[in-house]
């Protein structure tokens, strides 16, 4: 058989992905699956019904992370592991994740609608949570996978109703009996949308990261004296919310003064008691600094710190930070890379070698092992929104890469 001439069924792939958006379907064409929710479930479950119809064995761990594993001639060889995450963000899009793992499936139906023996077991994988809207941080069940993160420590993240990540697993039967601990893989490959300009600009169709930024979550926690708008003077007051958006112009502000490149945002604020007629008494609003260069990120938490000890003086309001999260930047396998780059020319696709922006489970598993990613375009670069778009062709494009990229490394002695 010649494998390198083997394509998937784009329609198909497509037909996956649309039967996926209707699972937390919003009316604005996008995607709301948070994970842990009723419509995650409802994808899990379908997804493990695909993965049984073509005989993979399914394995649920103790963080929910679902595994589908299809044998190898040599099943003493580590195996070919890919995949990325069914949840999405609050009102997110129908790409965002779903196309790594929809794409990964495609690769597996199409070695076994071909009746394809690959020397190595080939394992798909749907990490729990990688999107760490409704339980901070992200990607916490790669991370618990990898030994980065405490299993209990996971399981005890709320949500903002108050809700456990581990009695949610529970709830909707997702918590396995398997230790979610690492095993030996031969290659990682994560296949995802870009999610930003660069690809649609230059007009290439499979992007080829050679790593990941650092990302560093922090909570701030401010807090003033609530009062009665009226009567209460102007001076004088300790107004949390005034405290907050000085600090969210600092942080705005930062990546410019250090330089370098580095990205700061405020993406989520709690006023309290958030009233029009109250004076705000406490605020807690989250900080995400992402680099390529660990130390200028520290750099900018360190000088963001100080600013904000003073402003919350000036205010006087007390101040509390919290760090939630860190994970440094991650450069990929070399040699992984440059398969991506050889296979999608081979395909006779433009590429474009890049750095990914976003944050991926690939993270934690290139702490691990050889790891790689391939990214498709974004229209118009948007992402984890409703609008969010890749084109049907770029989608099969980039499955097309992943199918040889697997191939190559479950070949291999
Ligand atoms: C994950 O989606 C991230 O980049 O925040
Ligand atoms: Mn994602
Ligand atoms: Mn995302």
């Known amino acids: ?99 790594g793992v929809m794409g990964a499936l495609e690769v597996l139906r199409t070695l076994h609608d071909e009746g394809v023996q690959t020397l190595r077991p080939v394992v798909i994988v749907d990490w729990t949570n990688e999107e760490g809207s409704r339980f901070s941080p992200a990607m916490v069940s790669s991370g618990v996978w990898a030994g980065k993160l405490e299993r209990d420590w996971a399981y005890s993240r709320t949500d903002k109703d108050g809700r456990r990540f581990g009695d949610e697993l529970q709830r909707i039967g997702y918590r396995g009996a398997v230790p979610a601990k690492s095993r030996p893989f ?28 650092c990302l560093h979550w922090y909570d701030v926690h401010i807090e003033g004296k609530a009062n009665q708008v009226g009567p209460t003077p102007m001076e004088g007051r300790n107004d949390a919310l005034v405290a907050a958006a000085r600090m969210i112009l600092a942080v705005r502000e930062q990546p410019g003064e250090l330089g370098g490149n580095m990205v700061a945002t405020v993406g989520e604020i709690h006023n309290h008691p958030n009233s029009r007629n109250i004076i705000p008494g406490r605020v807690d609003f989250t900080i995400d600094i992402r680099s390529w260069d660990d130390d200028l990120a520290l750099e900018a938490w360190a000088q963001l710190s100080r600013s904000f000890a003073e402003i919350s003086e000036e205010h006087g309001c007390s101040l509390q930070l919290e760090e939630i999260w860190r994970v440094q930047h991650t450069p990929f396998d070399e040699r992984l890379v440059a398969r991506v780059e050889e296979v999608a020319s081979r395909l006779g696709y433009g590429t474009h070698p890049m750095v990914s922006g976003a944050g991926h489970d690939a993270s934690y598993m290139t702490m691990l092992g050889s790891t790689a990613m391939i990214f498709v375009p974004s229209k118009g670069g948007r992402s984890h929104v409703e609008v969010e778009e890749t084109s049907w062709d770029d989608c099969a494009a980039g499955a097309d890469v992943l199918l040889q990229c697997v191939i190559e490394s479950a070949m291999e002695a």
């Open 1 to 99: 058989m010649d494998l390198g001439g083997l394509r998937v069924n784009g329609e198909r792939l497509r037909a996956s992905l649309e039967t996926m958006a209707a699972f937390g379907a919003t009316p604005g064409g996008g995607v709301h699956r948070l994970s842990l929710s009723d419509d995650d479930k409802r994808a899990r479950d379908l997804f493990v019904g695909w993965l049984r119809e073509i005989d993979l064995e399914v394995v649920v761990d103790e963080m929910g992370n679902i595994f589908g594993r299809r044998p190898g001639l040599d099943e003493s060889l580590p195996p070919v592991l890919t995949g990325s995450h069914i949840d999405s963000q609050p009102n997110g899009g129908r790409f965002d994740g779903i196309l």
């Open 186 to 213: 031969h290659a990682y490959y994560e296949y995802h949308i870009e999610q930003g300009p660069q690809l649609e600009r230059l007009g290439k169709t499979i992007g080829v990261p050679k790593g990941i930024v």
